[in-house]
């Protein structure tokens, strides 16, 4: 049934549901390719595991139908994390079970003790990270002489991870006849060079699911304001509700606060990074295949290797650094013919970057808001409607206790029962604040601009420059004294004796009535109103601080100047200058250049003994 397939192997396709091998297993296994060396160009997702474990197995049998007794392993399989190297090995445990295949790990995280002695017992197949392999060589529990193949599985991650000097001792290790495969998903002139060197006239194999990247993925970027990203996450979660979800952080600490932030919603979540010991992250994985949790919250540890059957939603909490980051997280999805969706959470400052993350990968994404209240309560309403639950017969079992219930409630109150009993375990949706920023054609942020009063009111406060009066000050004493809110002031413009202020006139009589008789705002600073709108005076309300306009002398601070008191008001206690910017020092300095500084005086009664001599009798 699959031409060019080991019998035993394809027994095994055929228990599996196999129907049709993908197009990178196909290739290895052409007659042209034969028992060559090969680089194979193939994305996550396409099946390459079971590719080399078809591609190895006539070398590997030679032609018998089971293994004999194992001894030093006959083919080796280094792959960059212990994630994917433990996927590989029930990849080929199931590929190779009628074989009578042993299989071993060695893996970085697990007792060496235990991988020791499996590895004494004898093995057919090594699989394992480059740091370990490399210590069980160097420590001779590992015999590489009898190695037959080895295959380098993301090769191009090992090398971005700085496995390089690793891999070149394992590869040196083994014998030189040995068959190499190296799989990647991309060729950088770093894998070619590695190949050049350590493979013999390899065969370059592209298949075309290369060309279309994940065309069973369907990519949404999101925008939304960066105060708001998790309230997305939340949505996007309930929107789709798939079976599993994995969700991508940058960081351990923004994995750990989200895991605990999505517990508290209900979400039944694991957390994923490289913190967690190996036991703790193979029962997190666990727990996603076997259903007891429905979100993984992950480090880019997870992006490789990590094969959750149902994985129908990558969200990408943090966006990644490079297109190889993106996707290789988006292609924990859409794997084996399902459908999946990869969603990039972007913040409104990050859009620019995005788009060119996007066109690097050759990706065309819907961009759009992440979805409300009412998107989400209108998906949940269409999965209630459709549940088989509504349309599967009932069984003898059931039919009494339905007699029962018919003959005691009403269809409404069935149906809302149903309704209610179907909604209790939901995690509420979030509302989310559309805070999109306008799109302006000028570079510079344009300055906010306060409404217009229609009828208002002028009134005069009896500070000014001379007394140091700012707006940032003025603004809450007239709010808090007069018992206003920022909109009813209006423009404020400040003299060099008294401050003018725009009131609403709707507030006005308001206003005085809060001063009292004596229009006091604060201590002797007072109010009066002003029968008309002052003219040819600048607002000084919102100008910054280096284009106001001063007049008259600089003030002085210090004994006999006057100081402002708390937050710049004036009437405060004059505050001592100290250290070099004192009064006296300020006049000493010249233009540009800094004070001068004055000899320190030694204190009285202060030795130094690093020069006296001691006094005392011998």
Not at 118 to 132: C, E
Not at 476 to 490: E, F, I, N, Y
Request: charged share 30%.
């Amino acid at each position: 049934m699959f031409e060019g397939v080991v019998p035993a192997l394809g027994e095994a396709l055929t228990k599996r549901g196999y129907t049709e091998l993908t197009p990178v297993q196909k290739a290895v296994l052409t007659a042209e390719l034969g028992t060559a060396d090969a680089l194979v160009s193939a994305q996550t997702g396409s099946g390459k595991t079971v590719a080399f474990g078809l591609a190895l197995a006539p070398a590997l049998l030679e032609g018998a139908e089971r293994f004999s007794r194992a001894g030093a392993p006959l083919a080796l399989v280094v792959t960059p994390t212990r994630e994917l190297a433990l996927q590989v090995m029930r990849e080929l445990e199931w590929l190779y079970a009628s074989t009578g295949a042993r299989l071993a790990s060695c893996v970085g995280g697990m007792d060496m003790r235990g991988e020791r002695r499996a590895l004494k017992s004898g093995a057919h197949i090594v699989a394992g990270t480059p740091g370990r392999l490399r210590d069980h060589i160097q420590r001779g529990s590992l015999d590489t002489s009898q190695l037959r193949a080895v295959v380098l599985d993301e090769a191009d991650e090992m090398l971005d991870m700085g496995f390089r000097e690793d891999l070149e001792f394992i590869l040196e290790s083994t014998p030189s006849e040995r068959r190499t495969m190296m799989f990647s998903a991309t060729v950088p002139r770093t894998i070619a060079n590695l190949a050049k060197k350590y493979q013999r006239d390899a065969v370059r194999i592209s298949t075309s699911e290369e060309q279309k990247q994940h065309l069973d993925i369907e990519y949404r970027a999101i925008t939304v304001a960066a105060n708001e990203r998790e309230n997305a996450i939340i949505n996007v979660l309930r929107y789709y509700e798939a079976k599993n979800a994995l969700v991508f952080c940058a960081t351990r600490a923004t994995v750990s606060h989200m895991t605990a932030r999505f517990n508290n919603r209900g979400f039944s979540v694991v957390a994923l990074s490289g913190e967690l010991s190996q036991s703790e992250r193979i029962n997190a994985l666990q727990a996603m295949r076997d259903g007891r949790a429905r979100v993984c919250i992950a480090t880019d540890v997870a992006a490789r290797g990590i094969d959750l059957p149902n994985l129908d939603l990558v969200i990408h909490a943090d966006m990644p650094t490079n297109r190889e980051g993106l996707l290789h997280r988006s292609g924990r999805t859409g794997r084996a013919g399902r459908k999946g969706v990869s969603a990039l959470i972007v913040p409104h400052n990050a859009r620019k970057r995005a788009e060119r993350l996007l066109n690097s990968a050759g990706i065309k994404a819907d961009w759009g808001k992440p979805p409300s209240v009412e998107d989400v309560s209108r998906r949940d309403d269409e999965r209630l409607l459709a549940d088989p639950v509504l349309t599967t017969p009932a069984n003898e079992d059931e039919r009494v206790l339905i007699d029962q219930i018919t003959a005691r409630h009403s269809p409404d109150q069935l149906a809302a029962a149903f309704v209610r009993l179907y909604r209790a375990g939901q995690s509420a949706p979030e509302e989310i604040m559309d805070k999109t920023p306008p799109q302006s054609s000028s570079p510079e942020r344009k300055r906010k601009q306060r409404d217009e009063f229609g009828d208002s009111v002028w009134i005069s406060i009896s500070v000014g420059r001379q007394q140091n009066a700012e707006p940032r000050w003025l603004l809450p004493m007239v709010c808090t004294a007069g018992q206003l809110g920022k909109r009813d002031v209006g423009a404020i413009k400040i003299q060099d004796t008294e401050t003018f202020v725009q009131l609403d006139a709707k507030c006005a009589d308001a206003f005085f009535d809060a001063l009292g008789p004596n229009k006091v705002l604060e201590k002797n600073i007072t109010a009066k109103r002003l029968d008309a709108a002052p003219s040819s005076v600048k607002d000084d309300r919102g100008t910054p601080y280096a284009e106001k306009k001063r007049s008259g002398p600089p003030k002085k601070f210090g004994p006999g100047g006057k100081t402002p008191g708390a937050f710049g008001k004036p009437g405060g206690k004059p505050t001592p200058n100290r250290g070099r910017f004192a009064e006296s020092n300020v006049a000493a300095a010249g233009d540009g250049e800094r004070p001068a500084s004055k000899p320190k005086k030694k204190k009285p009664g202060k030795r130094d003994f690093g020069k006296a001599k001691s006094n005392r009798k011998s």
